[in-house]
């Protein structure tokens, strides 16, 4: 069974930069896409960044596109997120999440291992 822990949440002021980490354990991390969504109070939850199997390949949101970088480590079976320029519209829970189906999509539907997720508050 997949297990995914995310790290590296918390409370940063606008401007300030912060890097998650999604660290996956029970099964070959090289062989699933990984995904990062959020999650704020009251809303859905919502597409942040894509990597490939590979790490060859990444995708984000047009909201976090410029500002947040998505990469991967397959030796150490972890994925990052870093973020730069947080504003107060990132503030959310964070999750990261994957999937054993070869045709996925943006929606959370898709996926079907989920980390617990790790808060991300942006205020001054």
């Known amino acids: 069974q997949v297990q995914l822990v995310e790290s590296g949440g918390g409370l940063v002021q606008p401007g300030g930069s912060l890097r998650l980490s999604c660290t996956v354990s029970?099964?070959?991390?090289?062989?699933?896409?990984m995904v990062w969504f959020r999650q704020a109070p009251g809303a859905e939850r919502e597409f942040v960044a894509a990597?490939?199997?590979?790490?060859?390949?990444?995708g984000y949101a047009d909201s976090v596109k410029g500002r947040f970088t998505i990469d991967r480590d397959n030796a150490k079976n972890t994925m990052y997120l870093q973020m730069t320029s947080l504003n107060s519209e990132d503030t959310a829970v964070y999750y990261c999440?994957?999937?054993?189906?070869?045709?996925?999509?943006?929606?959370?539907?898709?996926?079907?291992?989920w980390g617990q997720g790790t808060q991300v508050t942006v205020s001054s």
């Open positions: 029970g099964d070959t991390f090289s062989n699933y896409p």
């Open positions: 999440a994957t999937t054993k189906k070869t045709h996925y999509g943006l929606s959370p539907r898709d996926y079907a291992y």
């Open positions: 990597i490939s199997k590979r790490g060859d390949s990444t």
